[in-house]
């Protein structure tokens, strides 16, 4: 479950909106499978699966978010979404899948979608450091869509009060965000006492001191 919390926060960007066209997806390329009933061929693959991984779940569980994180890195989503649902088969009660669901979604553009996720690892006892800076993305993007100040502002505020509990990957985050939106000042600003690792090397970019 390493991959999404080391990418750069220009990768971490590319969380919203960068995947191809719309298409029809089968119910495995789906979220919890859409939540749509199977058909008897389908319940007994699911059964065979969840046979092959009894009494090792943990492993299994960790391997397939794994896998479906490599598939998302490679912007392959439909096969991301596939692993973790098969995670999400082995043990519905762990966060981590809902958290892959979420920025799958979010990478599709499917942003009502992928905040809904975010929530539900949020109340599966999710990573806050984790979750809380990509949730605020989609937030964000969400507001600007609806050009809502209101929700904009609840977005910015939960950059901030992750910035302020030393949140380093917030700070990254957000400071890119408005990097974007060419708000240097407030880029060195945040720069200036958070985001050490520098990976996208902002604050030359930003023209900071």
Known sequence: MKISTIISALS??????????????????????????????????????????????????????????????????????????????????????????????GRLNNLETSKHYYEKALSHNGDTKILNPEYAIVLRESAKKENNSEKLAEADNLFKSEIEAGNEKAACIYAYQLFREKKNEEVCQIMASSCKDDRDNLKKKAGCN
């Open 12 to 105: 971490i960007i590319a969380l919203i909106g960068c995947a191809g066209g719309p298409r029809q997806r089968s119910i495995n390329e789906m979220p919890e499978y859409g939540n749509q009933p199977k058909s008897p061929e389908l319940l007994q693959a699911d059964q065979e699966f969840l046979n092959t991984v009894k009494g090792k779940e943990k492993e299994s569980f960790d391997h397939m978010m794994n896998v479906g994180w490599s598939f998302f890195q490679r912007g392959d989503i439909g096969t991301a979404i596939k692993r973790f649902n098969q995670a999400w088969l082995i043990d519905s009660t762990r966060y981590e899948s809902y958290w892959g669901f979420a920025a799958a979604e």
